[in-house]
C-alpha cells in the first residue's frame, strides 16, 4: 500500500485473487488451513500459488506446532495466525516473531509477544477509542468500503484484515469491493 496501514486479505483460494492483491500493492496475503471452513485451502496448493512481494500467512486452529511448523514450510508462509487461543509454548515452538495472535478480548492483547495481534469479529472495536497498541496489531471482523471508515474514525490500528466484506462468495475476491475498501482506507489515513 502506498500509506502506512497495512493491508491483509484473508481466505485467498485462488491464483487471480492473488494476483489482484499483489497489483493493488496488498502487504499481507492469507490462506485458511481450517478444513471445516468454506475457504480452506491444503497447504501444497497453497505451495502453487505465487504472490510475488506479498507476506504470506497460514490460519491455524487446531494443529499442533508440529503439524503448523511443516506447514508453514510447505506452503513457504512468513506468518501463523494462531486462532483458537494456542498456548505460549506453541507460539515458542513456531518462533513467537512468526505468529499473528489472534485476540477476542483486549487484555489477552498483553499476553506473550508476537509479530501481531489480530481482533477478529467476535471482538467489538468500537469499543476502543484511539488506543496506544503497545503490539502491531490488526482488525478484522467483514470490514468493507462502508465499515472501515468508522474503524479507523475510532481506533489507530497497524493494519486490517479483509476477508468476507470484500468477496462475491466465500473464498472468492471481489475486485471492486477490495478496490472500494482499499480506496475507503486511502481517504481515511491521508486526511
Given amino acids: 500500500m502506498t500509506n502506512s496501514l497495512l493491508v491483509k486479505v484473508c481466505g485467498i483460494t485462488r491464483q487471480c485473487d492473488a494476483d489482484i492483491c499483489s497489483a493493488y500493492g496488498i ?64 507460539v515458542a515452538a513456531i518462533g513467537a516473531e512468526r505468529v499473528i495472535r489472534v485476540c477476542f478480548d483486549y487484555p489477552l492483547a498483553t499476553a506473550a509477544q508476537t509479530a501481531y495481534h489480530l481482533f477478529d469479529k467476535p471482538f467489538d472495536w468500537r469499543c476502543f477509542n484511539h488506543p496506544a497498541f503497545t503490539t502491531p496489531t490488526l482488525i478484522a471482523g467483514g470490514l468493507n468500503a462502508s465499515t472501515i471508515p468508522e474503524l479507523l474514525a475510532r481506533c489507530q490500528p497497524t493494519g486490517v484484515d479483509l476477508n468476507s466484506g470484500v468477496e462475491e462468495s466465500p473464498g472468492i475476491k471481489h475486485a471492486q469491493k477490495l478496490r472500494a475498501a482499499l480506496d475507503a482506507i486511502k481517504q481515511q489515513t491521508f486526511k
Wanted: glycine fraction near 4%; charged fraction near 20%.
Fill in 27 to 90: 502487504d499481507f496475503c492469507g490462506f485458511v488451513f481450517h478444513a471445516a471452513s468454506p475457504r480452506f485451502i491444503a497447504p501444497e496448493k497453497v505451495a502453487a500459488i505465487s504472490t510475488g512481494n506479498l507476506k504470506r500467512v497460514g490460519v491455524f486452529t487446531t494443529q499442533s506446532a508440529d503439524e503448523i511448523r511443516y506447514a508453514m514450510d510447505l506452503a513457504r508462509l512468513d506468518y501463523a495466525q494462531l486462532h483458537a487461543n494456542q498456548s505460549d509454548a506453541v
